[in-house]
């Protein structure tokens, strides 16, 4: 059992990770599940080097822009009192907030996506029947034919994606940094996933791309799912418990997460969870809801 200050603040001072049953979620999305191998534990010094810090990125992304900018949200922004915010915005409309900013402590240019609740999600995830398109090729550009994505959640990217993708160039070249940390909660998370795609495509190969999203839903097809695995070998998405969002859009609808799924089996009284690093691209049968 470990101590996640940072994670079970991110879901619990959110109304988001566990939301209220939601009709959607009658149906079984464990069905057709494969399973590649048994979870394997994942230790303390793992969560504490690489987790902590993007859970604690991820959270301000709730933050209003002005707060981010001055970084006086209070707790949220202390944790990462260090950065140096160079853009932030959003409306929490159809522009969820975000910002970009250079961290010290990791030599990194960070980049957050703020999530949604789960209403919304649910309807972001459903809308037009949970239809998949092309990825735009001026911001994809070596997606190869076929690799489609929800087209509610390419949307949302797109509206951030050319002042993410300036803003992240010219951190770079002024911090002398060589790494990206793209990260983000909930539909955040799903954007932050595409950021991080669009990164690694437009990023000479010399900067390192990495991604640590928390509540992931499924953000496009199995080719999708294999691009972001030959891309992000450390790519990593926590999933809490029975949070519903990690399992939509449905399987059944051509939709699959790629690897790198980092399960929170349970979280005691005190706050301390238990979590295990899961094989293999699916495996909804630990976080289909009861
Ligand atoms: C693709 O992305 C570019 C750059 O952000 C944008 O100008 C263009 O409108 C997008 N295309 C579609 C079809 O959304």
Redesign the pocket.
Known sequence: MFALPFLLALSASLPLAFAAPLPLFGINFGSGSTADGTPSAVSQSTVDSTLLRPAQFARVAYCSPASVTALSCGAPCEAINQVKVLTAGGDQGETPRFYVATDPQTQSVVVAHEGTDPDKLLSIANDAEFAQVAM????FPSAAKGTLVHDGFQ?TQ?RT??IILSTVKSALSSSGFSRVLVTGHSLGAAVATLDATMLRMQLPSSVEVDSVVFGLPRVGNQQFADMVDSLFPTFTHVTNQKDPVPSVPPRFLSYQHASGEVHITSVNSAGDGTLVACPGQENDVSRTPV
């Open positions: 735009n090729a001026t911001l949307k797109g994606a050319d």
